[in-house]
């Protein structure tokens, strides 16, 4: 996927912190179904971002309180929906919601993710099976984000959209970015 020519900007949300590195995301159909991710966080000298290293571990529930991408995944008019975490220490988790942060204890299909790492730049590509897709046709709606950990601690929360006066990525109205079902 040359997905840096349809790629959209995440902006931080005003009650997170700011932060100079900038987050773009692009999204498009893979083959048999799959769905293709592309993340590049861009770090500009300054800034400051804490990000896991390759093979750190973390605590899976958890991987959204440190650096991560996150995709939130419904059809339109379903009340479904799907989250994955993206981690740059490698690890990644997923759940499945049957409404607004009511997880479901299944299991979701593991995705492929590949991970390239430079001082100014780091990007992922992520790759989920048609399997991890929640079920139905139709429109596919996605809440692309973006957490981002300052070394002092501070927390910048990207996104597509905000929706609400403090940062809810799994608030439906921030699933902004449609693609054909």
């Known amino acids: 996927m040359d997905g840096w020519l349809n790629a959209v900007a995440l902006t ?85 919601f049957s409404d607004y942060r009511r997880r479901d204890e299944l299991a979701v299909p593991a995705p492929r993710l590949e991970w390239t790492r430079s001082a100014a730049r780091l990007t992922l590509r992520a790759s989920l099976p048609a399997s991890a897709l929640p079920p139905g046709s139709g429109v596919l709606q996605l809440g692309l984000c973006a957490v981002l950990v300052g070394n002092d601690g501070e927390t910048a929360y990207l996104a597509l959209a905000h929706p609400r006066a403090l940062p809810d990525f799994h608030d439906r109205a921030a699933f902004v970015l449609e693609l054909p079902g």
């Open 12 to 96: 931080a949300h005003p009650a997170g912190a700011t932060t100079r590195a900038q987050v773009f995301v692009a999204a498009a159909p893979g083959g048999d179904g799959a769905l293709c991710l592309d993340y590049r966080l861009d770090l500009p000298a300054g800034a400051k971002v804490a990000i896991p290293g390759p093979g750190d571990s973390l605590p899976p529930d958890r991987l959204w309180q440190f650096t991560c991408f996150e995709a939130f995944l419904a059809r339109a008019g379903a009340p479904h929906y799907r989250e994955y975490n993206f981690s740059p220490s490698g690890q990644w988790a997923g759940w499945r």
